[in-house]
């Protein structure tokens, strides 16, 4: 069965620290894994894009990783800030269109 | 802006009403896709069309849903006789090249249905 899992569910940081977001997957076959940040009452943006021959790549404070061998994959976010709080949602395709979604991690960033 | 749009932002129905969500995609994005996305879950896939035609429609949770695309471009979403678990987002997305894999699919601001 092709699923996505977040973990954690939800995640409260002070703003300035560091945060590491979890996502493993069971889709096969593989092409690529996505990060996307939703913003409340707004919809998904995308903040990655990482193929099977990536292990890493950065936009900005977000770090993403992936390994294809134990289907994990990561999201770090360096020096957070307030605009930060999100739900970060970790979106792997399943087939040359459909996209599996997971349901995300809440990031609460606090003063 | 270049984004998609989506209407109405907020709609709130009856019971039993029909409602009809409107979305814009981006301009020359020939891929266009429905979502749905209740409180706490994940989004929900339910409809994908290339271009005017529907290849997937196995996501629509019953024959209340349909959906259609005119002219390749905008796409309206309708659900008959609304019932009080159609309460969710609905969330369009568009994607300009249906055949690569790692091309980005760009998302709308949702329309947030309330059926009392």
């Known amino acids: 069965k092709n699923q996505v899992e977040q973990s954690p569910q939800s995640l409260i940081i002070l703003e300035g620290k560091n945060c590491t977001l979890q996502?493993?997957?069971?889709?096969?076959?593989?092409?690529?894994l996505r990060w996307y940040k939703q913003d409340t009452g707004r919809g998904p943006v995308s903040l990655t894009i990482?193929?099977?021959?990536?292990n890493t790549k950065s936009n900005g404070r977000y770090t993403a990783t992936l390994d294809a061998d134990t289907k994990q994959s990561s999201l770090h976010i360096t020096a957070s800030q307030l605009s930060d709080s999100a739900s970060y949602i970790c979106v792997v395709p399943f087939s040359g269109y459909a996209l599996n979604f997971g349901k995300g991690t809440s990031l609460l960033v606090t003063p | 802006g270049a984004g998609v749009s989506q209407s109405p932002s907020n709609k709130v129905t009856e019971k039993g009403k029909d409602v009809e969500l409107r979305c814009d995609p981006i301009s020359g994005h020939t891929a266009l896709y429905w979502y749905r996305q209740s409180l706490g879950q994940g989004l929900e896939f339910l409809i994908y069309?290339?271009?005017?035609?529907?290849?997937?429609k196995s996501g629509l949770p019953s024959d209340r849903f349909s959906a259609e695309r005119t002219g390749g471009s905008v796409s309206t979403l309708t659900i008959q006789r609304t019932q009080q678990e159609d309460s969710a987002v609905y969330l369009c997305a568009s994607r300009r090249n249906r055949e690569s894999s790692t091309d980005t699919q760009y998302f709308g601001p949702g329309t947030r249905l309330t059926v009392l």
């Open positions: 990482m193929t099977f021959s990536e």
């Open positions: 996502c493993n997957y069971t889709v096969s076959p593989f092409s690529n």
């Open positions: 069309f290339q271009g005017n035609s529907a290849p997937d």
